[in-house]
């Protein structure tokens, strides 16, 4: 996995996060990063992503998430390649309580990009803006 290129903005990224993980499933390739936002639990949550997002309650009190990228290749560099890099901003809550997470995967038209967000119960709104994707929550 040398040649993937990660950039994360570390306003606010997360400080437990877990390493960007390639497993294979069948004639499949996941890669899976999970991460949480630090600082104080926001107001409001926006989420900007390309792919599909779902957007679950949690009992927790920071905001976890969760991208999984998936594809069909015959080796592991080729996965990588074809998933590509990936960028992620995570802006802490301001003065207006609301907090911006961020992700633009750099991947090929045929990769999968699943971005699961669980939002603590003190949020009040959460909106999600996406291309490429279908939006559940």
Not at 77 to 90: K, R, V
Not at 116 to 128: D, F, H, L, N
Request: with cysteine.
């Amino acid at each position: 996995m040398g040649r993937i290129a990660i950039a994360l903005w570390a306003a606010g990224l997360a400080g437990a996060q877990s390493p960007l993980v390639m497993t294979q499933e069948g004639p499949f390739f996941v890669r899976t990063l999970v991460a949480q936002m630090n600082g104080k639990t926001p107001a409001s949550l926006s989420v900007i992503s390309r792919g599909n997002v779902v957007v679950r309650g949690s009992d927790g009190d920071r905001v976890v998430y969760k991208l999984v990228q998936r594809v069909r290749a015959r080796s592991r560099d080729e996965a990588d390649q074809l998933c590509g890099g990936l960028h992620i901003a995570a802006a802490p809550a301001g003065l207006g309580g609301l907090a911006t997470l961020t992700f633009v995967p750099l991947s090929a038209p045929q990769v999968s990009n699943d971005l699961e967000v669980s939002v603590p119960k003190a949020v009040g709104r959460t909106m999600v803006q996406t291309q490429t994707g279908s939006v559940e929550a």
